[in-house]
């Protein structure tokens, strides 16, 4: 294998001259420049990564640990797939940016997170993304409080920068527009009590019907999913009952997920009744091979995972260079549109005027 000292050799300079083609880090006339590329393209010379990463103290080689790539496939058709998403967009953007995207998987092994950090730091990266599938909250290990640290759809009590889906507005959004189109009874189907983001999507429903001057009715509000189950909406048929059998039933079913509006579709069916003619259904994800497949398709809320891939990396990019300091960030929400499809029902009535208003996450 060619060294430094034979390249110098071949174009007739001196090592520091190759060096400095090399590093770019001191004029060089064109001339010498040339000869000095000419004689690595003949050597085939590879530089040496491992020594200029001593010089510079820069890598080029960014961290990420995720669980996505090894999901157990009997976690659901759908595991992994927000992850991915995130990862994509991340890696795009290091990509562009002459980063090296270092992809290490935890799995459910979580106790080997420290283990994977340690093993990326004595790969002398210049910082680190944490990637999950779903919002929540998590803890990192002891050995990341100097380091350039970036958390994607979750977050710590720590104050880590993260970024995170805007949850609320999501849901408030949705609520609004079905307003906007005439329901004033609407039905809330969540996801499990466990998952971080029913507390925030039940904040954005409530702040949407209370702006809309429309009372709360807890009777509207059903958990639809629960972890642990042997199928994960045993509890769907029941739920839709005693919703359908109010009094005063909704005109419209806010599902927690898609796959809940998927399965939704089916029972409402079963009952006989139609889609948007009987009832409306939305729901929120928007993943695109259930909402634009199903008959009617889909209204639904996206979660911006691809945007919040590329947001993380941008964040993590400036943190690297020192633009901004990790005290500097905390939590970035990103918010996603959502989409109106033929699922939902429009009512003759006079719109209700909604403001939206400023939040502050906690």
Aim: charged share 25%; hydrophobic share 40%; net charge neutral.
């Amino acid at each position: 294998m060619s060294t430094i000292y034979d390249v110098a050799k071949e174009a007739g300079v001196s090592p520091k001259t190759v060096s400095r083609v090399l590093n770019a880090d001191a004029p060089v006339k064109e001339k010498t420049r040339v000869a000095v590329e000419a004689a690595m393209a003949r050597l085939a010379y590879v530089p040496s990564n491992a020594a200029r990463t001593m010089r510079s103290r820069k890598s080029g080689l960014v961290g990420l640990i995720t669980g996505a790539i090894s999901t157990s496939p009997g976690s659901g058709e759908f595991a992994g797939l927000p992850a991915i998403h995130i990862i994509q967009a991340a890696q795009r953007v290091l990509s562009e940016q002459g980063m090296t995207v270092l992809i290490s998987d935890v799995g459910e092994r979580h106790g080997q997170m420290a283990r994977l950090v340690q093993t990326l730091l004595e790969h002398r990266v210049e910082g680190l993304m944490y990637v999950v599938e779903f919002h929540e909250r998590i803890k990192l290990p002891e050995n990341l409080d100097s380091q350039s640290v970036v958390l994607v759809n979750c977050f710590d009590d720590a104050g880590t920068p993260a970024v995170l889906p805007d949850d609320e507005g999501g849901e408030y959004n949705l609520v609004r527009g079905l307003v906007e189109r005439g329901h004033s009874r609407i039905a809330f189907l969540t996801p499990p009590e466990q998952q971080v983001a029913r507390a925030l999507r039940l904040k954005g429903y409530q702040r949407a019907l209370s702006e809309a001057g429309l009372a709360y009715d807890p009777a509207m509000v059903m958990t639809a999913a629960l972890t642990g189950l042997a199928h994960e909406f045993d509890l769907l048929w029941d739920v839709l009952d005693r919703v359908l059998g109010n009094p005063d039933p909704p005109t419209v079913i806010c599902c927690g997920n898609d796959k809940m509006a998927m399965r939704v579709y089916g029972l409402l069916s079963d009952r006989g009744l139609k889609i948007p003619e009987d009832i409306s259904v939305v729901g929120y994800d928007d993943y695109r091979i259930i909402s634009e497949q199903l008959h009617p398709p889909l209204t639904s809320a996206s979660l911006p995972y691809e945007a919040m891939g590329a947001r993380a990396a941008h964040m993590l990019l400036s943190m690297i260079r020192k633009e901004i300091q990790p005290k500097e960030t905390r939590v970035d929400l990103v918010s996603g549109p959502v989409t109106w499809r033929k699922s939902v029902r429009t009512y003759d009535q006079t719109v209700v005027n909604i403001q939206s208003t400023r939040r502050n996450y906690k």
